[in-house]
């Protein structure tokens, strides 16, 4: 729940805007956190449903959590991949054209 409050607030962020691995990260948990908040607001619990056991057996699972797994994932990896120069940048500030 913490998450559903806490993302929205960061997207106003001038810097997160700009970002689109990490708007897409964010807005895919944003969308996990709330299919599961409707699951446990609506039945009371979160429904799995999907459920694999071809060639081996996984865990059961739903497409909230695919979509909670997915942008941790790219979380992370935009976390690990963005160059030092990117985290230190200071955004120039805009400027005025003035007329002659």
């Known amino acids: 729940m913490n998450s559903a409050v806490a993302i929205p607030a960061l997207s106003w962020r001038r810097h997160t805007a700009k970002d689109r691995r990490l708007c897409a ?3 895919l ?3 996990g956190t709330l ?3 409707f699951d446990r607001v609506v039945f ?3 429904r799995d449903f999907l459920y694999y056991h071809h060639w081996f ?3 059961v699972f ?3 959590d695919c979509f909670l797994v997915c942008g941790a994932g790219l979380l992370l990896l935009q976390a ?5 120069d990117d985290k230190h940048k200071v955004p120039e500030p805009a ?6």
């Open 62 to 64: 739903n497409v909230a």
């Open 35 to 37: 299919g599961n908040l």
């Open 25 to 27: 990260s964010l807005g």
């Open 29 to 31: 948990i944003l969308a």
């Open 80 to 84: 690990f991949t963005s160059s030092a």
């Open 95 to 100: 400027t005025a054209a003035v007329a002659d």
């Open 57 to 59: 057996e996984w865990p």
């Open 44 to 46: 009371g619990r979160v």
